[in-house]
Protein backbone atom coordinates (compact mmCIF):
# COMPACT_ATOMS: atom_id res chain seq x y z
CA UNK A 1 0.00 0.00 0.00
CA UNK A 2 2.55 2.56 0.94
CA UNK A 3 4.63 1.34 -2.20
CA UNK A 4 1.75 2.22 -4.50
CA UNK A 5 0.91 5.86 -2.77
CA UNK A 6 4.61 6.32 -3.19
CA UNK A 7 4.85 5.37 -7.04
CA UNK A 8 1.54 7.60 -7.56
CA UNK A 9 3.33 10.34 -5.68
CA UNK A 10 7.10 10.40 -7.44
CA UNK A 11 5.90 12.39 -10.94
CA UNK A 12 4.92 15.60 -8.59
CA UNK A 13 7.63 15.01 -6.36
CA UNK A 14 9.97 15.81 -9.75
CA UNK A 15 8.23 18.13 -10.92
CA UNK A 16 8.94 20.04 -7.38
CA UNK A 17 12.88 19.32 -7.29
CA UNK A 18 13.40 20.22 -11.04
CA UNK A 19 11.76 23.78 -12.04
CA UNK A 20 15.24 25.23 -10.73
CA UNK A 21 16.71 23.09 -13.02
CA UNK A 22 14.83 22.25 -15.91
CA UNK A 23 17.42 22.75 -18.49
CA UNK A 24 19.11 19.22 -16.79
CA UNK A 25 16.25 17.35 -16.51
CA UNK A 26 16.09 15.90 -19.86
CA UNK A 27 15.07 17.16 -23.61
CA UNK A 28 17.31 19.65 -25.88
CA UNK A 29 19.97 21.85 -23.96
CA UNK A 30 20.27 25.61 -25.42
CA UNK A 31 23.29 26.92 -26.38
CA UNK A 32 23.67 29.56 -24.50
CA UNK A 33 26.60 32.25 -23.31
CA UNK A 34 24.64 32.74 -19.50
CA UNK A 35 24.20 29.07 -18.53
CA UNK A 36 27.97 27.88 -18.81
CA UNK A 37 27.90 26.53 -22.54
CA UNK A 38 31.22 27.35 -24.71
CA UNK A 39 30.65 29.76 -27.36
CA UNK A 40 29.12 29.07 -30.51
CA UNK A 41 30.80 29.97 -34.34
CA UNK A 42 28.91 29.89 -37.40
CA UNK A 43 32.16 29.30 -39.80
CA UNK A 44 29.59 29.82 -42.87
CA UNK A 45 28.85 33.33 -41.41
CA UNK A 46 32.52 34.74 -41.65
CA UNK A 47 33.60 36.33 -44.60
CA UNK A 48 36.84 38.43 -45.21
CA UNK A 49 36.92 41.54 -47.49
CA UNK A 50 40.49 43.57 -48.35
CA UNK A 51 40.60 46.68 -46.78
CA UNK A 52 43.17 49.60 -47.10
CA UNK A 53 44.18 49.24 -43.82
CA UNK A 54 44.66 45.53 -43.92
CA UNK A 55 41.55 42.68 -43.86
CA UNK A 56 38.23 43.25 -42.08
CA UNK A 57 36.63 40.02 -40.98
CA UNK A 58 32.79 40.29 -40.91
CA UNK A 59 30.24 38.33 -38.74
CA UNK A 60 27.09 38.00 -39.99
CA UNK A 61 23.91 38.12 -37.72
CA UNK A 62 24.07 34.60 -35.57
CA UNK A 63 27.96 34.12 -36.25
CA UNK A 64 29.05 34.26 -32.88
CA UNK A 65 27.78 33.92 -29.58
CA UNK A 66 26.04 37.19 -28.39
CA UNK A 67 28.62 39.14 -25.91
CA UNK A 68 31.44 36.69 -26.71
CA UNK A 69 34.87 37.93 -26.95
CA UNK A 70 36.21 37.68 -30.39
CA UNK A 71 39.70 37.80 -31.91
CA UNK A 72 41.52 37.65 -34.96
CA UNK A 73 44.42 36.64 -36.01
CA UNK A 74 46.79 36.79 -38.78
CA UNK A 75 48.54 33.79 -39.29
CA UNK A 76 51.04 34.88 -41.34
CA UNK A 77 51.92 37.68 -39.83
CA UNK A 78 50.91 37.55 -36.18
CA UNK A 79 49.04 40.73 -35.94
CA UNK A 80 45.69 40.48 -33.94
CA UNK A 81 42.92 42.45 -33.62
CA UNK A 82 39.78 42.18 -30.77
CA UNK A 83 36.32 42.97 -30.56
CA UNK A 84 32.89 41.63 -28.58
CA UNK A 85 30.01 40.28 -30.39
CA UNK A 86 27.31 42.97 -30.47
CA UNK A 87 23.71 41.25 -29.07
CA UNK A 88 22.59 39.67 -32.83
CA UNK A 89 25.74 37.76 -32.61
CA UNK A 90 27.18 39.95 -35.63
CA UNK A 91 30.81 41.22 -35.53
CA UNK A 92 33.56 43.50 -37.17
CA UNK A 93 37.10 43.42 -37.07
CA UNK A 94 39.93 45.07 -39.06
CA UNK A 95 43.40 43.31 -38.66
CA UNK A 96 46.60 44.44 -40.91
CA UNK A 97 47.50 41.93 -43.73
CA UNK A 98 46.72 41.00 -47.12
CA UNK A 99 44.84 38.75 -49.34
CA UNK A 100 47.59 35.93 -49.75
CA UNK A 101 48.05 35.51 -45.57
CA UNK A 102 45.79 33.06 -43.79
CA UNK A 103 44.00 33.99 -39.97
CA UNK A 104 41.94 32.48 -37.67
CA UNK A 105 39.01 33.45 -35.41
CA UNK A 106 39.12 32.59 -32.17
CA UNK A 107 35.87 33.27 -29.98
CA UNK A 108 36.26 32.57 -26.24
CA UNK A 109 33.41 33.28 -22.97
CA UNK A 110 33.75 32.23 -19.22
CA UNK A 111 33.15 28.78 -20.38
CA UNK A 112 35.44 27.71 -23.49
CA UNK A 113 36.86 28.70 -26.43
CA UNK A 114 36.73 28.12 -30.40
CA UNK A 115 39.15 28.56 -33.03
CA UNK A 116 38.31 28.54 -36.71
CA UNK A 117 40.41 29.34 -39.91
CA UNK A 118 39.35 31.85 -42.80
CA UNK A 119 41.21 33.41 -45.63
CA UNK A 120 40.55 35.84 -48.34
CA UNK A 121 40.56 33.29 -50.98
CA UNK A 122 38.13 31.39 -49.55
CA UNK A 123 35.79 34.13 -48.78
CA UNK A 124 32.77 34.96 -51.33
CA UNK A 125 32.42 31.73 -52.03
CA UNK A 126 29.88 30.48 -49.30
CA UNK A 127 25.97 30.44 -50.13
CA UNK A 128 24.68 32.32 -52.82
CA UNK A 129 26.62 35.60 -52.20
CA UNK A 130 29.65 33.71 -54.06
CA UNK A 131 27.77 32.79 -57.10
CA UNK A 132 28.14 36.29 -58.40
CA UNK A 133 31.95 36.56 -57.64
CA UNK A 134 33.60 34.55 -60.93
CA UNK A 135 31.17 36.75 -63.27
CA UNK A 136 32.08 40.31 -61.56
CA UNK A 137 35.53 39.32 -61.37
CA UNK A 138 35.48 38.62 -64.94
CA UNK A 139 34.24 41.69 -65.54
CA UNK A 140 36.37 43.58 -63.83
CA UNK A 141 39.11 41.80 -65.29
CA UNK A 142 38.59 42.66 -68.81
CA UNK A 143 37.82 46.74 -67.71
CA UNK A 144 40.81 46.66 -66.35
CA UNK A 145 42.84 45.61 -69.14
CA UNK A 146 40.14 48.12 -71.50
CA UNK A 147 41.27 50.35 -69.46
CA UNK A 148 44.95 50.52 -70.71
CA UNK A 149 44.50 49.36 -73.92
CA UNK A 150 45.11 52.46 -75.91
CA UNK A 151 47.12 54.84 -73.39
CA UNK A 152 48.65 57.83 -75.07
CA UNK A 153 52.62 57.09 -75.11
CA UNK A 154 53.57 60.22 -76.57
CA UNK A 155 56.84 62.04 -75.35
CA UNK A 156 59.83 64.74 -75.67
CA UNK A 157 61.98 63.38 -73.10
CA UNK A 158 62.86 60.22 -71.44
CA UNK A 159 61.85 61.11 -68.48
CA UNK A 160 57.92 61.43 -69.63
CA UNK A 161 57.88 58.09 -70.33
CA UNK A 162 56.81 55.30 -67.38
CA UNK A 163 56.29 51.78 -66.96
CA UNK A 164 53.16 50.97 -65.20
CA UNK A 165 50.51 48.38 -64.01
CA UNK A 166 47.30 49.14 -64.10
CA UNK A 167 45.75 49.34 -60.58
CA UNK A 168 42.79 51.48 -59.44
CA UNK A 169 39.91 50.83 -56.50
CA UNK A 170 39.48 46.86 -56.30
CA UNK A 171 41.67 45.77 -59.20
CA UNK A 172 45.44 45.50 -60.27
CA UNK A 173 47.41 43.76 -62.78
CA UNK A 174 51.06 42.55 -62.96
CA UNK A 175 50.31 43.48 -66.92
CA UNK A 176 52.56 45.48 -67.44
CA UNK A 177 52.21 48.62 -69.49
CA UNK A 178 54.32 51.75 -71.37
CA UNK A 179 52.97 54.93 -71.59
CA UNK A 180 53.52 58.89 -71.18
CA UNK A 181 53.34 59.89 -67.58
CA UNK A 182 50.36 62.06 -68.17
CA UNK A 183 48.82 59.28 -70.04
CA UNK A 184 49.13 56.68 -67.23
CA UNK A 185 47.56 59.27 -64.82
CA UNK A 186 44.78 59.78 -67.25
CA UNK A 187 44.03 56.17 -67.69
CA UNK A 188 43.51 55.44 -64.22
CA UNK A 189 41.72 58.31 -63.05
CA UNK A 190 39.41 57.06 -65.89
CA UNK A 191 39.48 53.21 -65.07
CA UNK A 192 38.72 54.83 -60.95
CA UNK A 193 35.12 56.06 -62.43
CA UNK A 194 34.55 53.08 -64.93
CA UNK A 195 34.86 50.59 -62.49
CA UNK A 196 33.72 52.20 -58.98
CA UNK A 197 29.86 50.81 -59.51
CA UNK A 198 31.53 47.10 -60.05
CA UNK A 199 34.10 47.40 -57.06
CA UNK A 200 31.20 48.34 -54.93
CA UNK A 201 29.33 45.26 -56.22
CA UNK A 202 31.91 43.28 -55.51
CA UNK A 203 32.39 44.77 -51.56
CA UNK A 204 28.78 44.54 -51.26
CA UNK A 205 28.95 40.58 -52.38
CA UNK A 206 31.98 39.99 -50.44
CA UNK A 207 33.87 38.71 -53.14
CA UNK A 208 37.94 38.97 -53.50
CA UNK A 209 38.95 42.29 -55.53
CA UNK A 210 41.44 41.39 -58.09
CA UNK A 211 45.40 42.64 -56.67
CA UNK A 212 47.88 41.11 -57.74
CA UNK A 213 51.75 40.78 -56.27
CA UNK A 214 54.41 41.58 -59.11
CA UNK A 215 57.89 40.80 -59.08
CA UNK A 216 59.03 41.15 -62.71
CA UNK A 217 61.18 44.21 -63.36
CA UNK A 218 60.61 46.97 -65.68
CA UNK A 219 62.02 47.70 -68.87
CA UNK A 220 64.26 51.00 -69.84
CA UNK A 221 62.50 52.65 -71.32
CA UNK A 222 63.51 56.05 -74.15
CA UNK A 223 61.38 58.67 -75.67
CA UNK A 224 61.55 58.64 -79.81
CA UNK A 225 58.63 60.31 -80.04
CA UNK A 226 56.86 58.04 -78.02
CA UNK A 227 58.02 55.76 -75.35
CA UNK A 228 59.65 53.02 -76.27
CA UNK A 229 61.77 49.98 -74.61
CA UNK A 230 65.29 50.68 -75.05
CA UNK A 231 66.23 47.61 -76.47
CA UNK A 232 64.19 48.28 -79.29
CA UNK A 233 65.92 51.26 -80.47
CA UNK A 234 68.46 50.60 -83.24
CA UNK A 235 72.59 51.04 -83.84
CA UNK A 236 71.69 54.76 -85.69
CA UNK A 237 69.12 55.57 -83.16
CA UNK A 238 70.66 55.00 -79.97
CA UNK A 239 73.42 57.69 -80.62
CA UNK A 240 71.29 59.99 -81.63
CA UNK A 241 68.81 59.66 -79.09
CA UNK A 242 72.01 59.91 -76.69
CA UNK A 243 73.45 63.22 -78.18
CA UNK A 244 69.40 64.68 -78.26
CA UNK A 245 69.57 64.13 -74.32
CA UNK A 246 72.77 65.82 -73.65
CA UNK A 247 71.38 68.79 -75.72
CA UNK A 248 68.00 68.62 -73.66
CA UNK A 249 70.47 68.60 -70.12
CA UNK A 250 72.14 71.28 -71.31
CA UNK A 251 69.12 73.70 -72.30
CA UNK A 252 67.62 73.11 -68.81
CA UNK A 253 70.66 73.59 -66.67
CA UNK A 254 71.14 77.34 -65.51
CA UNK A 255 73.34 79.74 -67.29
CA UNK A 256 72.97 82.99 -65.23
CA UNK A 257 76.02 84.83 -64.00
CA UNK A 258 77.00 87.78 -62.75
CA UNK A 259 80.92 87.12 -62.90
CA UNK A 260 83.19 84.54 -64.00
CA UNK A 261 83.63 82.85 -60.73
CA UNK A 262 80.19 81.72 -61.36
CA UNK A 263 80.24 79.44 -64.34
CA UNK A 264 82.43 76.12 -64.42
CA UNK A 265 83.33 73.76 -67.71
CA UNK A 266 81.20 71.03 -67.88
CA UNK A 267 83.16 67.92 -70.04
CA UNK A 268 79.26 66.77 -71.82
CA UNK A 269 81.25 64.13 -74.15
CA UNK A 270 79.91 60.67 -74.78
CA UNK A 271 82.10 57.52 -75.80
CA UNK A 272 79.18 56.52 -78.43
CA UNK A 273 78.81 59.72 -80.08
CA UNK A 274 81.88 61.50 -81.69
CA UNK A 275 82.35 64.98 -81.09
CA UNK A 276 84.51 67.98 -81.63
CA UNK A 277 83.29 70.35 -78.92
CA UNK A 278 82.83 68.33 -75.62
CA UNK A 279 83.27 71.34 -73.22
CA UNK A 280 80.41 73.80 -72.18
CA UNK A 281 80.33 76.76 -69.60
CA UNK A 282 76.81 76.03 -67.30
CA UNK A 283 76.67 77.78 -63.78
CA UNK A 284 78.75 76.36 -61.09
CA UNK A 285 75.68 75.28 -58.87
CA UNK A 286 74.18 73.91 -61.98
CA UNK A 287 77.33 71.29 -62.44
CA UNK A 288 76.72 68.58 -60.01
CA UNK A 289 73.32 68.21 -61.14
CA UNK A 290 74.48 68.25 -65.43
CA UNK A 291 77.17 65.78 -65.03
CA UNK A 292 75.00 63.05 -63.23
CA UNK A 293 72.12 63.53 -66.42
CA UNK A 294 74.99 63.24 -68.41
CA UNK A 295 76.56 60.19 -66.70
CA UNK A 296 73.11 58.92 -66.58
CA UNK A 297 73.14 59.04 -70.72
CA UNK A 298 76.10 57.30 -71.29
CA UNK A 299 75.19 54.49 -69.56
CA UNK A 300 72.11 54.01 -70.43
CA UNK A 301 72.61 54.88 -74.56
CA UNK A 302 76.00 53.49 -74.70
CA UNK A 303 75.82 51.05 -72.85
CA UNK A 304 72.81 49.41 -74.83
CA UNK A 305 74.50 49.95 -77.83
CA UNK A 306 77.37 48.48 -76.51
CA UNK A 307 75.10 45.05 -75.41
CA UNK A 308 73.82 44.90 -78.83
CA UNK A 309 77.49 45.29 -80.10
CA UNK A 310 76.71 48.07 -82.12
CA UNK A 311 79.79 49.35 -84.29
CA UNK A 312 81.93 52.28 -82.87
CA UNK A 313 81.17 55.62 -84.30
CA UNK A 314 83.61 57.00 -86.81
CA UNK A 315 86.05 59.85 -85.47
CA UNK A 316 85.27 63.44 -86.94
CA UNK A 317 87.93 65.19 -88.88
CA UNK A 318 88.21 68.32 -85.95
CA UNK A 319 90.20 71.38 -86.48
CA UNK A 320 93.03 71.83 -83.75
CA UNK A 321 91.60 72.95 -80.46
CA UNK A 322 91.36 76.74 -80.52
CA UNK A 323 93.53 77.07 -77.40
CA UNK A 324 92.58 76.49 -73.43
CA UNK A 325 88.70 76.38 -72.37
CA UNK A 326 87.64 78.73 -69.78
CA UNK A 327 84.32 79.37 -68.37
CA UNK A 328 83.47 83.47 -68.43
CA UNK A 329 80.24 85.11 -68.24
CA UNK A 330 78.93 87.06 -70.61
CA UNK A 331 76.34 89.45 -70.67
CA UNK A 332 75.22 87.61 -67.87
CA UNK A 333 75.29 84.37 -69.25
CA UNK A 334 78.08 81.77 -68.97
CA UNK A 335 80.01 80.69 -72.04
CA UNK A 336 83.25 79.15 -73.09
CA UNK A 337 86.00 81.29 -73.99
CA UNK A 338 90.08 80.14 -75.14
CA UNK A 339 93.12 81.12 -74.12
CA UNK A 340 95.58 80.78 -76.82
CA UNK A 341 98.23 78.51 -76.45
CA UNK A 342 101.51 79.83 -75.54
Given at each position: ??H??????????????????????????????????????????????????????????G?????????????????????????????????????????????????????????????????????????????????????F???????Q?????????????????????????????????????????????????????????????????A??G????????????????????????????????????????????????P?????????????A??????????????????????????????????????????????????????
Amino acid sequence: MKHSMLTRSLPWLLIAVCPPLLGRCGGAVEQSTETGNPPVVEQQKLHVKLRDSGVEVVGDAGAISPGASVRVTNRTTGASAEATARADGSVNIVVPGSAQDEYEVTVSNGSGSQTVQVSVQASGDNGDAGSACPDLQRTLAARGSAGFADVDKSCQRDEQCVFTRPSASCYSSCQGVIASQSGAQAAAAALVQDIAPLCKEIDDQGCVPLFSVCNEGAPVLACNGSCVPISTLSCDELPARAAARVTTLLDDASHTCSEDADCSLAEVGLRCVPSCSNVQSVASGALADLQRGIAATESLYCGAAESLGCPAEPELPCLPPLGTPQAACNAGQCEVTYLPEP
